[in-house]
């Protein structure tokens, strides 16, 4: 029993004195080769390299168009996009009438907290809704597909293989927050001075804002 185990110790002590060989050879860095160097820029970068892709995917009501934000430049600048599923075309469908849209200069402090909540580090074209088609009550032709995008300078509603956009609530004063569309699409709902509003979309002539509630701030009840 002793000799097979100092048979066993001794095949142990030979394997673990034996060479190992690989055939495959370590790359060696050159020290005079800048292709290893990495500016400081490109490391802390954002998006990170290879991480540029759509976001804010979502159908058409109709379901034949898929809308998503893109950089095609690989920055943090997106526009508004969108696929035919049907002819197979894409196209540019929202860019920001001042060339910029939203950026760090033109944030609102309401904005700047409400991105901070939200880990939001987007700009340009940050978020958007599909107008719901209805007929009957909507301000805008009911066989175009219609696109509401915030921006700092007031909310745009964006009918489709339309040239421009119409600017539908200026911000004048107070900024805008977290506009919505009512699920018929005949309302805006958005939040300004704390308090909510609502502006009618549907036909006729042009209607004022028609504020909700009151006496937010001075409740407390107010929360960026």
Known sequence: MQ??????????????????H?????????????SFLFPVEEIVQFPLP?????????FSPDGRLI???????GTL?????VFDVVSGRQELAFSPPDGGGLDETNLSVEEKLRRERSRERGLGVT???????SPASSCFSPEKPTIMVPLPNGVYFQ???VSEPELKLPCSGSPII?????????????VRDDELHVLSLSLGKPKLPNQLTFGARANGKVRY
């Open 77 to 81: 600048h997106r526009k508004l996009f």
């Open 3 to 20: 000799t097979r185990a100092a048979a066993e110790d001794s095949d142990k002590e030979v394997f673990a004195k034996k060479p190992r």
């Open 178 to 190: 977290d506009p919505h569309l009512s699920p018929d699409g005949s309302m805006l709902a958005y």
């Open 50 to 58: 290879g991480y540029v892709a759509p976001t804010s995917i979502n």
């Open 127 to 133: 978020r958007y809704q599909w107008k719901t088609r």
């Open 22 to 34: 690989c055939d495959a050879e370590m790359p060696l860095a050159d020290a005079n080769d800048d």
């Open 159 to 161: 009918e489709l293989y």
């Open 67 to 73: 809308s998503y934000l893109f950089s095609p430049d």
